[in-house]
């Protein structure tokens, strides 16, 4: 693990955000958009502020975000973009490709790493595997005539 972890546990619609730093640690809620999905796997990512010509141009500050690259891989493989980041939202509604998180925490985080620019924060991201539910068990674990044979020795 590296100065800066990032690990992203995606689950049914919503997942969970996990920061870890020498000096802060902090989970939170995440969403991304469902119909473009980046690849579950390790990544490098830069503190960045997002290139947001509509903002640039009413004068607006840029917003901070992290930046996977100009090369990420979108569902499954199929696509490839370079416009993933992690940045500030409050629902699936607000990614486009991206990692969505609330506003409060992203900037906790992006205070915390330096410096900016640099690949130097590593990213985890997996998906939650569904849960199988309950599980049958064996024909031999409830079949009270089998159980009762075995018990007594006789099996008929």
């Known amino acids: 693990m590296g100065k800066y972890q990032i690990d992203v546990v995606r689950g049914d619609g919503v997942g969970k ?3 870890t730093s020498s ?5 939170t809620d995440c969403w991304w958009d469902p119909k473009m999905v980046i690849v579950a796997g390790d990544y490098s990512v830069a503190k960045v502020h997002r290139a947001d010509k509509d903002r640039v141009s009413k004068g607006l500050p840029q917003r901070e975000a992290f ?25 699936a509604g607000w990614s486009k490709g991206c990692i969505v998180i609330k ?10 790493v330096s410096p ?3 690949f130097i924060v ?4 997996s998906d939650k595997k569904a849960e ?10 409830c079949n009270p005539r089998f159980m009762s044979g075995m018990m007594t020795g006789f099996f008929g």
């Open 17 to 19: 955000l996990s920061f």
């Open 23 to 27: 000096s802060l640690s902090v989970t």
């Open 67 to 91: 930046w996977f690259g100009p090369r990420t891989s979108y569902n499954d493989g199929a696509n490839v973009g370079g416009g993933a980041m992690i940045h500030a939202g409050t629902s």
């Open 103 to 112: 506003n409060d925490i992203l900037l906790q985080i992006w205070t915390t």
């Open 116 to 118: 900016k620019d640099q």
């Open 122 to 125: 590593d990213v985890s991201i």
């Open 132 to 141: 199988t539910g309950w599980k049958r068990p064996a024909d031999h674990d």
